[in-house]
């Protein structure tokens, strides 16, 4: 039998050889999992982009930024501080690509961070969609709405100066343009309701007007109602522009951004985190690579935070010096940087502006190059000394531009010291143009002492001058002498021929006073048609006459004034320093005394001054002034003179005539006053009480049961211009309940010549409401008679001059009887004035005259002794 062996067992080598194929495939799959885990780890642990990160914060950044400038330029092309939209469109494109970059999200952000942050983008940029569209009607409404305000102003000036305009009619235009004025930059609905209703009242005044004023108002109107319409969509679509949610938004983006890059950051930081633990796992030959590891991420973790702050004062940085530069660049002040040295190293847009100079002209040189040679080297040393002790230095300076021109700016220069402080590293200087400037107070100055009609000196002026003269005149022990010359008559050629011819005779007279005085002598415009002569250092008194009588002989040759020739005379007084005062006011009112003295002597004529013409002189003014207060004091009263039929001898009407009860002087006839009412304008207010008050003593007779005839009041040719009259007229009427009929209405030929279109539209009302019309002393003016046939007055009045004509020795009055029948034939009726006599009556009567007025039918009467006249017998 055989015997059979055992089988050898494997030792453990050779089990270790055995199990080594397979442990290093464990091995190497071990180390290439760990190896691939690494890599993912690694990966993920260095994913975030840190340079993808700065920009899109840049274009966070750069987006607000940009919006905030959108809303500004909005509100400041709403206020009027911008003029155009070219910030407003450079601004929005800035939004608009912002907005565009911001949707580049980078790529490293949590997948449910890149769907929030991209909803938040596209409501961003639905919302700066809407925005510019609300931005793009603002510009076409906001330009609607400045070119309306820019016009308004121009176009009201040109209809308040429309000489047909008055100031009833300007009036209510004024208070609706500076209304509206107020409320383009305001908020007020009850004001724009008012203003509404003002607008609405004038456009309902326009179908009245006459064709050219109705088209200058309706123009204004139409700008008016333009302001109205536009301002409140300007100021809605500003409210929704600035009111837009964009900045939210972009804050929203912005924080939804910062927190999904924590989150990132927090991951990879974490990833950081497992790679350390896997590390410690690691063999002993890889623990100073996990060492160096560790060292290495504490340094990035210091590098990121020194990184940041270095990022968050570089943003500071960037963003003052980028303020910095818009200040250096917008600035409207010319400024230039130079160094120690004072060479120019920088100078911004509006220094090349002003003076001309780029700064590759300029660059290296001293700001010497626009020295204009005006101020001295003391000047200049002084500067220095100054800006070396202070710091700074500013003034004015003299400068001189590329073009040769010299320029006054004003100059503000601050050193800017080193590092150590001790000693200038820069000096930055900033300039203005003041060109304009001084050229306007050059202009105030001029138009604060001269005259703007006639550019002679005005009294402020006047006053120095004559000051001065008398100082010189008591230093050398000479004469001095103070001529006062005030136009014969010019009232009446401004009441005729306007106000426009008036004042070309006024600038002629300037003129030819100024050629007749020497160069030392001073001619000045007192006021209205007076003027004042200086004459200073006389050797002898009589000097002065020989200038007057030049002066006299000067003015009194004939005026050429348009297609009137005219020819104007002057009174001229003179007051002598020392002998009629030692003071300007003195001397002024003495010769202003001399030269009424020279008037009441017949005018054209001159005369030194005394003291009886002082006295007369103080009379006049203190009668003046006492008529300023009879209409408060109840003293002036109407007395009513007759008038009878020229066939019946009955009474047929009454005249209307003023008289003053003065508490010195007694009963005053309108002689001694009316010429100084009309002088001071206060012939408007008494003009107006004395037809209101023959209306009242109308209804007074009509309500004693009694019948009254029409009673005729003067008017004023100031009433005619200055005043309502149709609607003074109406109102007098029927606030006493009068028929028109019953009140007739007297006014002179210069009168009704003095504006024709003006006066045969007034007349035409009149007519109409019912009111008899009357020229007076018809025959002493000028009118033709084809204006009397356009005027279409009831009455003409024969002036007393021609009745007086009229005399028993066989004079006949042709005058009058040619009247009457120019009047008869025009079919009017003809009242007689001044018949004093029965054979000026029977002439009158055998020529058919209508009415006679006159002392032989009665004197003007109070009321209580007329109104005896009128009850029945």
Known sequence: MTARLPLAQPSAATQMLANRPSRLLWLLAGVAAVAILLSWLFFKADAINARAHQQYERELRLLRQADAELNAAVLANRVGLQTDFDTIVATAAEVLRATH?????????????????????????????????????????????????AFLPEATNRYIADPQVTLADSRPVGILVRGILTHAHSSNAEFDTAL????????????????????????????ARVIIERKPAVDTLTREILGAPSAALGERVSLHYATAYEHAAATAHNYRLVLYVLALVMAGYVALAMQRLQRASRELARA?????????????????????????????????????????????????????????????????????????????????????????????????????????EWLSITAVPNSSGDTPSHYIGIFSDITDRKAAEARIHH????????????????????????LQSRRRERHAAVLFIDLDRFKPINDTLGHEVGDALLTQVARRCQRAVRETDTVARHGGDEFVVVLPELDNAQDAAVLARKLLAALGEPYRLGEHELTVTASIGIALYPEDGQSASMLLRNADAAMYGAKADGRNAFQFYSAELNTASLGELLLENQLRGALDRDELVLFYQPKVDGRSGQLAGAEAL???????????APGRFVPAAEESGLIVPIGEWVLRSACRQMRAWLDAGLQPPPVAVNLSAQQLAQQDLVALVHDALSSHRLPAGMLELELTETMLMRDVDHTIEVLARLRAMGVRLAIDDFGSGYSSLAYLKLFEVDVLKIDRSFVNDIRSDGAEGTIAAAV??????????????????DYQRDFLARHHCDQFQGYLFGRPEPVADFTRRLHPR
């Not at 940087?337 to 847009?349: G, L």
Request: glycine share 6%; hydrophobic share 40%; proline share 3%.
């Open 447 to 470: 138009l604060a002492h001269h005259d703007a009609l006639t550019n002679l000196p005005n009294r402020t002026l006047l006053q120095d001058r004559l000051d001065q003269a008398i």
């Open 101 to 149: 970059a911001l949707e580049q999200l980078p790529d490293f952000l949590p997948a449910t961070s890149l769907d929030r942050l991209r909803e938040d983008i596209d409501q961003l940029r639905a919302v700066q969609t809407e925005k510019t569209r609300r931005i793009e009607l603002f510009k076409r409404e906001n330009a609607v709405l400045r070119n309306s305000l």
């Open 196 to 223: 509404w209703r003002q607008l609405e009242a004038l456009e309902a005044t326009l179908p009245e007007m006459a064709e050219a004023r109705r088209e200058r108002l309706r123009n204004l109107l139409l700008h």
């Open 820 to 837: 009457i029948a120019l009047a008869h034939s025009l079919g009017q009726q003809v009242v007689a004035e001044g018949v004093e006599n």
């Open 658 to 668: 003023l008289r003053w009860r003065h508490p010195e002087l007694g009963l005053l």
């Open 304 to 408: 990121n935070h020194d990184l940041k702050e270095r990022f968050d004062t570089l943003r500071r940085t960037q963003e003052e010096l980028n303020l910095y530069a818009t200040v250096f660049t917008n600035a409207s002040e010319g400024m230039t940087i130079t160094d120690a040295d004072a060479r120019i190293i920088a100078v911004n847009p509006a220094f090349t502006f002003i003076t001309g100079y780029t700064l590759e002209e300029v660059g290296g040189q001293t700001p010497a190059v626009l020295g204009s040679g005006r101020q001295d080297e003391a000047f200049y040393r002084d500067m220095w000394a100054t800006l070396n002790r202070d710091g700074q230095w500013q003034g004015e300076i003299w400068n001189r531009r590329r073009d040769g021109e010299i320029f006054p």
